[in-house]
């Protein structure tokens, strides 16, 4: 697969890979690797955040060199992705995972959105794997299984237009089956499409059945602990129209199948 990193495009240009491992047992482990840049304006972040049942989260993150990619790898300094295998190093939490991939990489809809000259990309470069390794904080460690995803958006949309409303994105991992899907609403139109075990989907099909979950982040984008954006937090809060995010993890049904699942609500102002 090429991981080279994307073009840069004036004035706004953004590109984010999210990973995560979801255990049966309800622990949750999200990886984040992105790079932002807003006219002369450079931001480039890694982090990682753990949640299990009855604990308080771990966190941690890093900032990450300029990133560079080719052919199955890509190194952000405090992460890299090599073949199956990805590490990450923070002075909060750290990890090395194997990732052996059971589906194909998936584009559901391309561009996921598009306006004018501008556009939004969803790559499901991993729809379904199956995930273990280790992950090491200060004063403990955690062997953790599931099942892992990863996927990528790149955008160049300048997000202070008010074009984006409301995302809702998710996916479930049940037994032998796997889903994933985005509904985007914008000024212009609703998008929705999703991925089922191979299949190109409509987001509403592959969402299968959602039971009450546990809120694992609630709140603006712009105060996530992990971006540790500093003087530049209210530059951000205003230039993207303050987005406001929800993300649960839950027990999940899903083709007859009882399995996990992780879902999220952003909404823009």
Known sequence: MDLRVGPVHWPFTLEKRYIDVLSADGTVLLVYLGWLR???????????????????????????????????????????????????????????????????PASPRVPLFRLGKHCMHWTVEVPDADADGELHWPGGSLRLAGRGYRDLVWMDLSPWQPVLRELRWGRIAAAEHASTWVSLKTAREEVSTGWLDGRITHAEESQGSLAEGRVLIEGSVADLEGLRLGVFRPLLRRLTRDPHEVKWACPADLSGARGVAIHEHVKWR
Do not use: N
Request: no cysteine.
């Open 38 to 104: 807003v006219a002369g304006l450079r931001f480039r972040r890694v982090t990682a955040e753990l949640f299990r049942p009855g604990e308080p989260p771990r966190r941690g993150a890093a900032a990450a060199s300029p990133p560079r990619g080719g052919e199955d790898w890509l190194d952000y300094g405090a992460a890299r992705i090599q073949g199956e295998e990805l590490s990450f190093v923070t002075a909060g939490l750290s990890g090395q995972f194997r990732f052996r991939a059971r589906r194909p």
